[in-house]
């Protein structure tokens, strides 16, 4: 394995390890500064979906200011990946990275 290859794998844990580290301890603000962070930081960043299950999961309930949707951040970090995915795709600075 490329000495490269290795070191993203390893930050990629390691941000796994915050980021469950923040829901566990229900930091909802650092959390989600952190996954929108790593959105822009890694090409694809699929574990957002999952925080938001797992944060859904652990502390969702139905809210009538968000009528009723039980699963608000699972659709919000949805949406930030689309965002993110189509918004790479126009920034210059991700032309060169593959």
Do not use: H, Q
Request: hydrophobic share 55%; glycine share 6%; net charge positive.
């Amino acid at each position: 394995m490329k000495k490269n290859t290795a070191k993203r794998i390893l930050i990629r844990l390691g941000a796994g390890i915050v980021m469950f580290c923040c829901i566990m301890w229900g930091y909802w603000w650092l959390t989600w500064c952190a996954a929108i962070a790593l959105l822009f930081y890694f090409p694809v960043y699929y574990e957002i979906i999952l925080w938001g299950v797992m944060y859904d999961a652990l502390y969702g309930m139905p809210m009538p200011e968000f009528w009723n949707v039980r699963y608000i951040f699972t659709i919000a970090s949805v949406v930030l990946f689309l965002i993110s995915f189509f918004l790479k795709k126009r920034l210059t600075i991700y032309e060169d990275r593959n």
